[in-house]
DNA sequence: CCAGACGTTGTT
DNA sequence: GTCTGG
DNA sequence: CCAGACGTTGTT
DNA sequence: GTCTGG
């Protein structure tokens, strides 16, 4: 699935990486630093395509924007549950109320450097803390969606998971769903009200990540840094070969 | 017609 | 917002 | 997702 | 065990 995961290019970087524009200041461009340890209810960059603030009859445009992850629905009474719908299963995203008004209409990428999971330990107790990151070093593009929430306009996200494919199985049964980047421009089209067949895992893509062993410290949501993503040997490997 | 509900995912 | 229950 | 908290009563 | 906070 997708709790934790990692983002460091800057707004800027993104915006020409997604081929984007991005406010900078203001409600919709609010400041943003490089973290390797993104939290739910935490700011993360996401890419949609929008009316830009203040412009409402002005034309849709790609925009790179600040948002919180966990979405919140429009008909919210408050955002005390902010922290709770940090992702979508891409197999019930179209039906669920919290989801479908989205998934026609408010669909984004949200940009990552890559993701962590827990995996289970084979032959040991507790789960190994993995990092997910390409072995190209390119940015990746989880589907996403947003909702913009009260007189605010507070802006909150959510990312779609899917069935772990390939050798993300054998961390975990669910993934964020990566989408390539020649499907970018469809998921974000904002003229498309039907966008789920999209949400096709890419084989290629997921072979092409790193399984990377990590410390412990990602656990802690207080905890952040690059040193979050160094590679240590797992307990398999430290420990003495048996028989 | 109005009132009221509706949040999701993943885990063991 | 949209659907369900009454 | 993980880490860490989680005290009750009576009162306004 | 379950909920909250990050």
Known sequence: MCGRYVATRGLDDLA????????????????????HNIAPTDAVP??????????????????????????????????RRAGKLINARAETVAELPAFRSAVRRRRCLVPADGWYEWAPRPDGPGRQPTYLTPLSGEVLAFAGLYELWGPDRLLTSSIITTAAAGQLVAVHHRMPLVLPRESWAAWLDPGRADATDLLVPDLGLVDRLELRPVGPAVGNVANDGPGLVERVRTPAEAAPTLF
Do not use: C, I, K, N
């Open 16 to 35: 020409a990486e997604f081929e984007a524009g991005f406010e900078a200041g203001g409600t919709a461009g609010s400041a943003w630093r490089p973290d």
């Open 46 to 79: 996401v890419v949609l395509t929008r009316h830009r603030s203040g412009d409402r009859d002005g034309p849709a445009v790609r925009q790179v924007r600040v948002a919180r992850w966990g979405l919140v629905p429009s008909w919210a009474p408050d955002t």
